[in-house]
């Protein structure tokens, strides 16, 4: 049956998606004068950008709404809000400041999220029946875990004998083919492409399970069948000839000799067997001899024909299931490599109380589902009853059916009115282009035809049918493009996508334009035409008028999206992309990063080379006499020239160092994004692994490839991004160039082919090379590829669609003039031959014309301008120039003093207080200074006899009790925006106690430090209890102020 309250809405690109799903979820929480049920909403989508969005459009529209003050100027959707609730402009007015207040009030309860944060959420909660560590700590970053556990594993080589041999197995493999022999890298590639992927967990849940020793089973397995496969292929050839000649037949009796010689080579197993002629197609019906031959051995052969072909089948099946088998055993190394990288991951993860975001699902599918509904929604400690998905094409098998459970027990319940809970789904199966990440549009596909339904409910499917972004040109073009190209799709219901799903209506927008170029194949190069077509077109558009921000080039490969921006930079065009955010790219942050290499090798001339090179661009002399001149004794120049101790970076934090050298070198005047967010990455990498300099260095190599910062809003310059990034985004201007992809290319493809476990060593799966050759393994292989192949063909189209959508006003393609070899026939497999083959189709195609234009190219009158009052978000100092809290180092409590004096000093002390709260973390704090290398174990002794004389003062014991709830070094802003630290916080029954640390003498300064906290603390709704200065020198004084 159909329900009103289970909606699905097909949202093609730009017609309004967040303005549907923002109407609904306002319908639903105005839809009543006192209910507060926003808080009965659970609202997803995929990435934080989306939900920041979608939670500022609810914000704003109920802000707006309650400043509604006649119907005539309100906005179009508080006009269609009042229609649908039936209420008047006032009743709507006075509903949306009151539900807008009590969301800001209790915004907690504004459950607008990612569904991994739900996901999230769910695992926290049953974290103690799934035997998770209470506080494990969420790994988003796959990449780094996988560098790790690659390292580890290969680190085993000698240790393990089996395991090595098995290594030493795989690096063979690799330099057979030419590869090199260092492995890491290959099984790196490996665990990254098979191990974190949904549609493969259960097939390494098996090999999970197994051994070395029951790999090597198999491959003696695999081994003795192909054995006898190719002993079954020799006989049925060598029968077959046998049979020729007792039967007094001669080679050339046959054909053009083809069955016979073909026998031949099959009795000798020749690798150039193949089954690709067309008489092996259909030998049952195939002629053998010519007219030509005698009667009596056409008579002979024709008897015989029979039993050829049964040989002949037999050769036939042999010969593919020996390619199969040869297939798998190929892969047997591989596989067992990937199951012993897969149990270091899992010891990794035990070891550190990690947990990676993409195993969430999985969890969640074995362990929390088969639970009672109404049980976790207890456990969660609220009952969503209506659910809104966005981008539904994107969800993953395992996150839908881990909804499935709550979502249909809302459908189905009622409250205490009768009314039901409702599901709101919105998407786009042709906009589905993160198979790799788990989306999978099928299942988008089979709820909108209605051939797969987990509710008792039917939906109530709509199309949402206008294009409100972009201009009437490019909507009519993508209209008639995509609907042509559809006859390319082989799967039916895909081709009905683009067939029947790009009939969208235009808006009031009218002009557009949309050029279409391609580039010859001669003697020039393929990149410096692409990039000259983009720079002449850049140039073109500025001419009339298109500011630089408004154009943005899409690529499909981040390498070219690396090539275009370095040519256009040369040609002082500027521009964004993720290239020039990355913070490895920024020279102020690879100073800072020589200087730390610098501290752990004194003799890294390269690091120090890097140093001066960046300092030289300031200095007044030449650079190269100011380089050469400092080069061996550049701690005395940075020390004389800038007052800058280069032994700061080994005496204390990585974090402290560099923000000394921020302000010594004076790297940031106001405001320094790359500079601020390295310093974050830096404190992240110091809280959650330590203060090592060797470990961020390390922890840096591995990650600099990723780590960028956002890109600036409101500068004039040209963006480039993947087509993958520009999901959901949309621009006045776009740029395609190498628009010409292969639509079926895939690196190294492999895939799991099921078998029978009895005949396999307990096996289910097995792992092979994807290849065309597969479909004759079997037709479970056949259909595996044949599904894989037509999903490959739909993300292709999927991308094209992406790239195509997001242009408002101008599409610029770019992309080749190629043929089927000598033929007029453009490659089909290409997204060339899709343009080619369109303007073909439409009867525009011209063989000597390389551009084809769709309406006309006018100047821009926008008057969106550039701004300058965007708000400096100052750079702030976090350190103190005072003996103060240092997370210190070995080396550096130890440099160029004895231990006592580094202790008198107080710095180690103040490391270790602060990782203390309570008399119970002395010996674990000790532990895990030892274990991270800040202390070596002959220090303990010392340390904590003094940590003891403070933490058992018979004055101060109290402020260290078990029942205390203490904060320690702990950022206050007051009211004016300064950062206060106080070294420690003890709440009480909301009092408060300050304590602070100092070292040497008495200083009056010190007592107004305090007050200041206490302060600061009272206008939190604090009253202070007690201030307490602590003097930690030879003996321990505490200063009760």
């Not at 939670?55 to 509604?68: A, C, N, T, W």
């Not at 003050?69 to 959707?77: F, H, L, Q, R, T």
């Not at 074995?366 to 539904?392: A, M, S």
């Not at 559809?486 to 683009?498: E, G, Q, R």
Request: aromatic content about 12%.
């Amino acid at each position: 049956m159909e329900n009103t309250s289970y909606n699905i809405y097909n949202a093609s690109a730009g017609s309004g998606k967040t303005y549907t799903l923002t109407k609904s979820y306002l319908k639903i929480i105005l839809s009543s004068a006192t209910s507060a049920n926003y808080r009965e909403i659970l609202a997803i989508t995929f990435t934080n950008k989306a939900v920041a969005e979608m939670k500022e459009r609810i914000i704003d529209s109920l802000y707006d709404f309650g400043k509604v003050k006649n119907a005539e100027d309100a906005p179009s959707m508080f006009k269609d809000l009042v229609k649908e609730l039936h209420v008047d402009t006032e009743t709507l007015q006075k509903r949306s400041k009151t539900r807008l207040k009590e969301i800001l009030h209790n915004y907690a309860f504004f459950d607008v999220s990612t569904i991994d944060k739900f996901t999230h959420r769910l695992i926290r909660t049953f974290a103690k029946d799934l035997k998770l560590p209470q506080n494990f700590e969420v790994i988003l970053d796959t990449n780094l875990l996988l560098s790790e556990a690659v390292d580890r594993l290969v680190n085993k080589a000698g240790t393990a004998p089996e395991l090595t041999k098995v290594l030493i197995a795989f690096a063979l493999e690799k330099a057979n083919e030419d590869k090199s022999w260092d492995i890491s890298r290959d099984i790196f590639d490996m665990g990254r492409e098979l191990l974190f992927k949904e549609k493969y967990e259960d097939a390494l849940e098996v090999i999970g399970q197994k051994n070395i020793e029951d790999f090597n089973t198999l491959k003696t397995l695999l081994k003795a069948k192909i054995k006898k496969a190719e002993d079954n292929i020799q006989l049925a050839g060598k029968t077959n000839l046998q049979l020729m000649t007792d039967n007094g037949l001669e080679i050339k009796d046959f054909k053009s000799s083809y069955f016979s010689k073909f026998m031949m080579d099959v009795s000798e197993l020749k690798p150039t067997i193949n089954f690709n002629a067309a008489w092996k197609q259909d030998f049952e019906n195939t002629a053998l001899y010519t007219k030509t031959l005698s009667e009596d051995k056409k008579a002979t052969i024709d008897g015989l024909h029979p039993t050829f072909a049964i040989h002949f089948q037999s050769i036939k099946k042999n010969f593919f299931d020996l390619a199969f088998l040869k297939n798998a055993y190929k892969n047997i190394v591989p596989l067992t490599v990937l199951n012993a990288l897969q149990k270091e991951l899992k010891n990794l993860e035990l070891e550190r109380d990690e947990i990676p975001l993409a195993t969430f699902n999985s969890i969640i599918s074995k362990e929390i589902k088969n639970q009672p509904v109404p049980f976790i929604y207890e456990r969660l400690g609220e009952k969503y009853r209506h659910y809104f998905i966005d981008e539904f094409q994107d969800t993953s098998e395992l996150q839908w059916s881990n909804l499935i459970p709550l979502i249909g027990n809302a459908l189905e319940s009622q409250d205490e009115k009768g009314n039901n809970g409702s599901l709101l789904l919105v998407g786009d199966a042709k906009q589905a282009i993160y198979r790799w990440r788990g989306g999978k549009a099928e299942q988008f596909l089979n709820l909108v035809h209605q051939t797969k339904n987990p509710f008792v409910y039917f939906p109530n499917v709509e199309n949402l049918p206008a294009n409100y972004r972009s201009y009437h040109e490019v909507i009519n073009f993508n209209n008639s493009f995509f609907t042509t190209i559809s006859a390319n799709i082989t799967n039916a219901v895909y081709k009905s996508l683009f067939e029947e799903g790009n009939k969208q209506k235009v808006n009031h927008k009218e002009g557009g334009f949309i050029q279409i170029s391609f580039i010859e194949e001669d003697d020039k190069n393929e990149d410096e035409l692409y990039c000259n077509e983009v720079l002449q077109t850049i140039t073109n558009l500025s001419e009339k008028k298109y500011p630089l921000k408004d154009i943005c080039i899409l690529v499909r490969d981040k390498k070219h999206g690396i090539l275009l921006a370095d040519f256009l930079s040369a040609n002082e065009i500027p521009i964004i992309s993720s290239e020039t955010l990355l913070l490895k790219n920024n020279p102020k942050v690879n100073f800072l990063v020589n200087l730390l290499k610098l501290s752990v090798d004194s003799e890294d001339y390269e690091a120090a080379y890097a140093i001066l090179s960046y300092l030289g661009n300031t200095s007044n002399y030449p650079k190269h006499e100011y380089i050469s001149e400092n080069l061996n004794k550049l701690e005395k120049h940075l020390l004389e020239a800038y007052q800058f101790d280069a032994n700061i970076l080994k005496q204390s934090s990585v974090y402290d160092g560099f923000e000394q050298a921020v302000k010594h070198f004076n790297l940031v005047d106001e405001s320094d994004a790359y500079i601020t967010y390295f310093l974050d990455e830096v404190l992240d990498v110091e809280y959650k692994q330590g203060a090592s300099a060797t470990l961020f260095l390390d922890y840096w190599e591995k990650k600099k490839d990723m780590l960028s910062i956002s890109a600036p809003l409101e500068m004039d310059a040209v963006q480039i991004m993947t087509v993958h990034k520009s999901k959901g985004l949309e621009f006045e201007v776009v740029l395609f160039p190498y628009a010409n992809s292969h639509i079926y290319k895939e690196l190294k493809p492999k895939t799991w082919l099921p078998v029978a476990a009895e005949e396999f060593n307990g096996f289910t799966d097995v792992l092979i090379n994807k290849t065309k050759e597969i479909v004759n393994y079997s037709e479970e292989a056949e259909s595996i590829y044949n599904e894989e192949h037509e999903k490959l063909e739909l993300d292709a189209f999927n991308v094209l669609y992406v790239a195509l959508t997001r242009a408002v006003k101008c599409l610029f393609v770019f992309t080749k003039k190629e043929f089927e070899g000598k033929t007029e026939n453009p490659k089909s497999d290409y997204y060339s031959g899709l343009f080619m083959g369109y303007l073909k189709q439409v009867g525009l195609w011209e063989n000597q014309q390389l551009h084809y234009q769709f309406g006309q190219l006018d100047e821009n009158n926008s008057s969106d301008q550039l701004t300058n009052d965007q708000e400096v978000i100052k750079f702030q100092y976090s350190y103190k120039e005072r003996t103060s809290f240092n997370i210190v180092t070995k080396s550096g409590m130890l440099w160029d003093t004895s231990t006592e004096a580094a202790l008198s000093k107080g710095n180690t002390i103040h490391q270790i207080l602060s990782l203390i709260e309570t008399v119970d973390d002395i010996k674990k704090c000790f532990e895990k200074l030892v274990k991270k290398g800040s202390l070596n174990s002959e220090e303990v002794p010392l340390l904590e006899q003094k940590v003891r004389s403070i933490i058992e003062h018979t004055e101060l014991k109290e402020f260290y009790a078990k029942d205390t709830i203490v904060k320690n070094e702990t950022d206050i802003i007051t009211k004016n925006g300064i950062i206060l630290r106080p070294d420690r916080l003890v709440f009480k029954n909301n009092k408060a106690s300050i304590i602070d640390y100092k070292t040497g003498a008495r200083n009056v300064s010190y007592k107004d430090q305090v007050d200041t906290y206490a302060n600061a603390i009272e206008e939190m709704g604090y009253q202070i209890d007690k201030k307490i200065i602590i003097y930690i020198n030879k003996d321990i004084i505490p200063e009760f102020i």
